[in-house]
């Protein structure tokens, strides 16, 4: 196999490999589901239903040495905004698929049967393998039984609430170490669609594979140096873990709760507050230290981590693993936006807690800022105290009994369990729950949110960077007129997205020209292509989702925000979101 | 005069003993900067990259008055 799409029919049980066509050549990661997704699938079709298909595409770099880019993405057409979506994580299955030439991975059809299986792919055979004992199984013990019997495989797939087709399944991935399934590619209901074709799990196994080689080398190893040069140099991707240097290294994402709070913009009690008072103690800091703790106390034998990749090849190591008091594993990673949706956003800020919450969400395979947002909803609803860390668990645990029908709602996400209960206050874009920037003092985050193909989401156009962190050479937040600057920001993610780059390589390459220059210059060298527009391919992408979120009905209307959001002034600064709506148009208008 | 002070993260250091988040009391020369606020712990410009006054962004010339709050985080980032 090389370059090739399987696809997998789930009414036949059958599968055809297909050679990549011309046009999907230079298309690999988000830019490759995303158009198939467009091409294959009719937009207004019923998302769980025969119509929808589920594509999961290594990035164009995947499985290469260029440094920190074996992500995968995963697209469908989604249950929770009923647009297009593409999700993506890190996780062994990028480079696994990348190693066994395959481009994509189709998964099609109705199933006819009411049985379960997984799917084996390897060099030599794909197969279907039932798979019934293993439903309605918690996702740590179900990787744990997998990689028994394959070891060190990729896996990725649907947990509880994908194989119940609840909106807000994510799907899980296993970890380099397989310790936690918490690679997620979490946002917008995947899960359920892989859930609707009785999916379980998809088992790589890249034995006997090669790595991608590039078309022109000189130029790829000119990008890659440039890359890596770049990403060891800058404050925040560089460094060393257990020293002063490298922010992610060390503190992980979830630096951030700290300062987003100070800046007055951390949404706490379903975005009453811009500032916790609770946020230093569930922050990256406060992991920091509990795994120095941890290490002191019991050696080697603590599982505490910081510093830690979440696949191979990653240099910018932003993971960690959070440690109870006996230096036991809890969760892996906690990252930041659900450190503030399972914590902040619900009042909690019981390290432990937080960690506990996090870790259910991965074992029953939900997304953790829907989940969060969701918790906060049933806070509102008078079904859990707010701050109380210890109801929450309970509560959330609702979702292992099938026939619990609080815990179900729950499990659709943030949207579904306000309309149920009866709450006004929620905050969600396109049906997709807000993630951890309040956009009343960061205005261009709230524009992006509006806007993105996605739903709700900071990762589609990460202003923050500019904002809040200073990068690019700093943004007022307050400024208004933040169309240009999300525009900017979307289009070069979703040129990261598809080359398999995590996006934060962004604040490398933001900031030093050079890196900038790997990026293009590792992808172009990699296709053959002297030149690899950022922003004309990162443009062509986002046209091809708006496109197909058009013909399922989406309008401008549908780029919004929830009204209280201009409406009621945040506090402490006691902003709202004055952003107009021409401004919010013009992100499209003038793309 | 007196400010009140923040450092995170890797900065922390330079106020030993305090909590995450805790913040200081300190004493400073009328009409002085943040500048001199960042020279006199010995912190180099670079590192002193986020700084908000009372929650707003400011830079390093800003002339600090009375009770404010001065809060300072080194490059971070995260998503
Ligand atoms: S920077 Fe973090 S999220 Fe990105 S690939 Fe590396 S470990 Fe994964």
């Known amino acids: 196999m090389i370059n090739e799409i399987i696809r997998i029919n789930v009414s036949s049980m059958t599968h055809t490999m297909e050679e990549i066509p011309e046009k999907y050549k230079y298309l690999g990661g988000r830019g490759l589901t995303s158009a198939i997704v467009a091409d294959e699938v009719d937009p207004k079709t019923d998302p769980l239903g025969p119509g929808n298909k589920i594509v999961f595409a290594p990035g164009i770099l995947s499985g290469t040495s260029a440094p920190t880019s074996g992500r995968l993405s995963v697209g469908a057409k989604s249950p929770m905004t009923g647009g297009i979506k593409e999700a993506n994580a890190g996780g062994l299955t990028a480079t696994r698929l990348a190693k066994l030439g395959i481009k994509a991975l189709i998964i099609e059809g109705e199933p006819n049967h009411e049985d379960w299986y997984h799917l084996y792919v390897s060099k030599d055979k794909i197969e279907f393998i039932k798979a019934n004992e293993h439903a309605n199984m918690g996702l740590y013990e179900l990787i744990g039984k997998l990689w028994e019997k394959y070891p060190k495989s990729g896996l990725v797939g649907a947990g509880i609430a994908g194989q119940r087709l609840l909106k807000n399944a994510g799907i899980f991935g296993n970890n380099p170490e397989n310790t936690d399934p918490g690679r997620y590619a979490g946002r917008g209901g995947l899960g359920a669609v892989l859930g609707s074709k009785r999916i379980i799990a998809i088992i790589t196994d890249d034995d006997g594979g090669q790595r991608p080689m590039p078309k022109n080398e000189e130029l790829f190893n000119t990008g890659r140096t440039k890359m890596v040069n770049a990403l060891k140099e800058h404050a925040i991707t560089g460094g060393k873990a257990g020293t002063d240097e490298g922010a992610l290294k060390n503190y992980g994402t979830n630096v951030l709760q700290n300062i987003i709070n100070e800046a007055g913009a951390l949404p706490t009690k379903n975005f009453r507050s811009g500032y916790f008072e609770g946020a230093k103690n569930i922050s990256g800091e406060a992991v920091h230290e509990l795994v120095d703790e941890m290490k002191e106390k019991f050696g080697d034998k603590s599982e505490g981590e910081y510093g830690h990749a979440c696949h191979p090849g990653c240099i910018i190591r932003c993971s960690n693993t959070v440690p109870d008091k006996n230096g036991k594993l809890i969760v892996s990673p906690l990252e930041y936006e659900s450190a503030w949706a399972l914590g902040t956003n619900c009042t909690i800020d019981n390290l432990e807690d937080v960690a506990m919450l996090n870790r259910i969400c991965n074992d029953i395979g939900i997304d953790t800022i829907d989940a969060g947002n969701a918790l906060a909803v049933a806070m509102e609803a008078g079904k859990i105290p707010w701050g109380d860390g210890k109801a929450a668990i309970e509560f959330m645990k609702k979702g292992y009994d099938p026939n619990d029908e609080d815990g179900a709602t729950f499990m659709h996400g943030a949207a579904v369990a306000a309309k149920t209960w009866g709450i006004d206050r929620v905050a969600v874009v396109k049906g997709q729950a807000f993630p951890a920037y309040d956009p009343r003092p960061i205005r261009g985050i709230g524009v992006t949110y509006a806007t993105t193909t996605m739903g709700a989401d900071h990762t589609a156009g990460y202003t923050i960077a500019p904002e809040i962190l200073g990068s690019a050479g700093g943004a007022d937040p307050r400024e208004l007129n933040k169309a240009d600057l999300s525009r900017a920001f979307q289009s070069t993610t979703a040129y990261i997205d598809q080359a398999g780059y995590c996006l934060f390589i962004a604040f490398a390459i933001l900031d030093i020209a050079t890196g900038m220059e790997g990026l293009e210059e590792t992808v172009a060298g990699f296709l053959g292509k002297e030149k690899y527009d950022i922003t004309a391919v990162g443009n062509k992408i986002l046209k091809t989702e708006r496109e197909f979120n058009k013909k399922a009905g989406f309008t401008k209307e549908d780029d919004r925000l929830p009204k209280f959001f201009s409406e009621e002034k945040l506090p402490p600064h006691d902003v709202t979101f004055d952003v107009t709506d021409e401004e919010l148009d013009a992100v499209f208008e003038k793309m | ?79």
């Open chain 2, 1 to 79: 005069m007196n400010i009140r002070l923040k450092f995170y993260a890797s900065l922390r250091k330079h106020l030993p003993g305090t909590e995450i988040g805790e913040e200081v009391v300190i004493e400073i020369i009328q009409g002085s900067t943040i500048k001199d606020v960042i020279n006199s712990f010995s912190i180099t410009e670079d590192l002193a990259k986020i700084i908000f006054i009372n929650g707003i962004h400011k830079n390093l010339d800003y002339i600090l008055e009375e009770n404010d709050l001065l809060v300072i985080f080194p490059p971070i980032g995260g998503g």
